[in-house]
């Protein structure tokens, strides 16, 4: 079984500069998750889909970014225009929908802002 | 606000000894509790899950426990090994909405 593919894995960009990051989730599962994870510290929930709608993008900052799941498969990830403490890895993750069952995660994509 | 605190940022242990990681939470009430394993530059990775009716689940040399009264989980690897050495993240979740996790704990099993 595949698993939950990310990408791209690194990313430098300029600060004010926007990016975006792409994510497959395992063939099945309605769940996605996109976390950010600074140095040091635990994932951030940013955003949680259920299919193609969101169930939670409390901590998503939404001035800069956004999210989308078109046709609930892949999902984007956007940051416009970024920051210096945008630094950190991205992780995109699945799970089955309507069970509360192990999330999968993807490698993550890491975030440079210079 | 809601907290989710993981005993300690390190901890280093002898092989063959059985390390014990803590991960307490305040202002939160939550359904289930997993346990994640996260190498460096990787995702993590799913290890064991444990709702709030029950007391304790095992998988192998991992066992957990969820004490709702406490507020608190404590995850045991018993037998460590040097390839245990990993940080580990508790996650907290409210049904399938909302998994939060706490900040890890590096541990280091020496051999």
Not at chain 1, 55 to 73: I, M, N, T, Y
Not at chain 1, 80 to 90: C, F, G, I, T, W
Request: aromatic fraction near 10%.
């Amino acid at each position: 079984e595949a698993g939950v593919a990310q990408s791209p894995r690194y990313k430098i960009i300029e600060k004010r500069q926007s990016v975006a990051f792409w994510c497959n989730p395992i063939s099945g599962h309605a769940t996605l998750y996109w976390y950010q994870q600074i140095l040091g510290q635990g994932p951030k929930l940013l955003i949680q889909f259920q299919n193609n709608g969101v169930v939670d993008d409390s901590q998503l900052p939404k001035d800069r970014f956004s999210a989308e799941r078109l046709k609930g498969v892949d999902s984007t990830l956007k940051i416009q225009p970024a920051k210096l403490e945008d630094s950190a890895v991205y992780l995109c993750a699945s799970s089955f929908q309507g069970r509360v069952t192990e999330a999968f995660f993807g490698q993550g994509t890491r975030l440079t802002v210079v | 606000s809601q907290k989710i605190e993981q005993n300690s940022e390190a901890l280093n242990i002898q092989e063959g000894k059985t390390a014990t990681l803590t991960c307490n939470y305040t202002n939160y009430s939550p359904a289930y509790l997993q346990w994640y394993r996260q190498d460096p530059g990787r995702g993590p990775v799913f290890l064991l899950l444990i709702r709030e009716n029950e007391k304790e689940k095992r998988k192998e040399r991992l066992k957990v426990t969820f004490d709702t009264t406490l507020k608190q989980s404590l995850f045991h690897i018993t037998a460590s090994q040097p390839a245990d050495s990993a940080t580990y993240l508790c996650a907290l979740s409210l049904g399938a909405l909302h998994m939060r996790f706490g900040a890890g704990t590096r541990l280091t099993v020496k051999p």
